[in-house]
């Protein structure tokens, strides 16, 4: 007899991999394992609805990071930057060493913004479509390699979360991964999850290394498309025109240094609250504090807020839903039995097999932070009865987790980047995108992740 938990997962990354979407995957997967398990339809539905209450917090925290990212956006800080960008460096572009001092300039700037987006400044992949398409021309003469851009941007998405625990890191690394680690039998009371999720980190910045010095380091040419110089002209004259509007200098600056306090705010908040709920709620508060945003609009800017966010925060609760169905089912335990005696003992099998499942599934659904609470279950107790140590258990379940968020189709770590980049037509999200940003970190965080496993 077929086992209900692998059953389910089979169905809900079958129908994702068809591109139903995820939420109706995973809530079918659960009812079909609910019914295979002996659960019976209403006791699914109940079990279900029991864990959708286990992500509510997770998913208000998204809604309200929506919200104060785009009163970030409002504030006009995202535009000022790329703004100065241009003003600075355009004129420089493609003249000697300057215009390659300009080049790692921007690879740098790319790579903070990106890190920053997920932690310090958690506004997600809400920067990109502001700052990238005004740049497109600079780095056209630049003559860069626009998949390399796309690597910049995801692993400044993906390896900042999967390793500090700020901003999005913590909700996948406290509210996610060891919330729903403890859950399933393992004392996290003494665990690091930096140095469990150093290794696997340091396998994206080999991936990093890789694309920026080997693979993509040729010149590659693009045509100066007029959407091109349409995007850098709307941004620079709009730029002109608020400095000759009366007082409208001296309000832009003012409203960036809101936009600043804002940030410091609700890092703080979330520093010594350990809640990004808070931290995003002061954050927003300042906004409307200093009238930024103001009373009257406030309403639409946290509703524009809410839609930004909105997909990934159903998504996570349903796969909470998804994964007290599975436990609910009992037969989490006849699984880990049966891999483990399939394993043999060999842990180095069971931690390859486990990490390229997490791919598998992650590529599946689209969503890392969503994956976890669908493996932890298993995964748990499997680790501990082949007895790998609650930090290499950790580190399995953290790195298989983030494995395949680069490299999905439906990623918002790809998705992202390919939004700034294809507004002209010259970048295909599938070849330029997703196949170099999957082959450059998940193949590293394979490797890496399957070390840290076998030393920690």
Not at 100 to 127: E, T, Y
Not at 261 to 278: E, H, K, P, R
Not at 289 to 314: C, H, P, Q
Not at 387 to 402: E, W, Y
């Amino acid at each position: 007899m077929i086992n209900a938990v692998l059953l389910a997962v089979v169905v809900m990354l079958g129908l994702s991999l068809a591109r139903v979407h995820v939420v109706l995957s995973l809530l079918i997967g659960a009812v079909v394992g609910g019914l295979v398990g002996g659960l019976g339809l209403e006791a699914t539905l109940t079990s279900f609805q029991d864990g959708i209450k286990n992500g509510a917090e997770i998913a208000l925290s998204y809604a309200l990071l929506g919200a104060f990212a785009v009163a970030i956006a409002h504030s006009g800080l995202p535009q000022s930057l790329a703004n100065g960008v241009i003003n600075r460096m355009n004129g420089q572009a493609g003249q000697g060493s300057q215009g390659i001092s300009v080049k790692w300039l921007l690879f740098a700037g790319l790579v903070l913004m990106s890190c920053f987006s997920q932690n310090i400044i958690p506004i997600h992949i809400a920067f990109i479509p502001l700052i990238v398409p005004p740049l497109l021309l600079v780095f056209n003469r630049l003559q860069v390699d626009r998949r390399l851009l796309a690597c910049l941007m995801t692993f400044g998405l993906v390896n900042t979360y999967m390793f500090l625990p700020y901003g999005f890191g913590d909700i996948y690394l406290n509210q996610i991964m060891l919330k729903n680690v403890a859950d399933s039998g393992l004392d996290i009371a003494n665990i690091s999850v930096i140095k469990a999720m150093a290794i696997p980190a340091l396998g994206m910045v080999c991936g990093l290394l890789i694309a920026v010095f080997i693979s993509y380091r040729k010149p590659r040419q693009y045509k100066n498309i007029d959407i091109d110089q349409q995007a850098q002209d709307e941004l620079i004259a709009s730029d002109s025109l608020s400095q000759t509007a009366n007082n409208a200098q001296p309000q832009s600056k003012m409203k960036t240094l809101v936009a600043l306090g804002a940030i410091i705010t609700a890092f703080v908040v979330q520093l010594y609250t350990d809640s990004l709920l808070l931290g995003s709620l002061f954050g927003f508060g300042v906004f409307m504090a200093t009238g930024v945003v103001k009373w009257r609009e406030a309403d639409s800017v946290f509703n524009e807020g809410i839609k930004l966010m909105a997909m990934i925060g159903f998504i996570m609760i349903t796969a909470q839903g998804f994964a007290e169905v599975m436990k609910a089912t009992d037969q989490i335990q006849p699984l880990v039995d049966g891999a483990a005696a399939m394993f043999a003992g060999s842990k180095a099998m069971a931690a390859l097999v486990m990490l390229l499942i997490g791919l598998v599934v992650t590529m599946g659904i689209g969503s890392s932070f969503s994956t976890i609470p669908i493996i932890a279950a298993i995964y748990v107790p499997l680790c501990i009865s082949l007895g790998f140590s609650p930090l290499a258990t950790v580190a399995i379940i953290g790195t298989a987790g983030a494995l395949g968020d680069a490299g999905s189709p439906a990623s918002d770590s790809t998705l992202g980047p390919t939004s700034g980049l294809a507004v002209d037509g010259q970048h295909d999200h599938i070849k330029d995108t997703v196949i170099p940003t999957f082959i450059h970190y998940n193949i590293p965080l394979l490797i890496f992740g399957w070390i840290a496993a076998m030393v920690l």
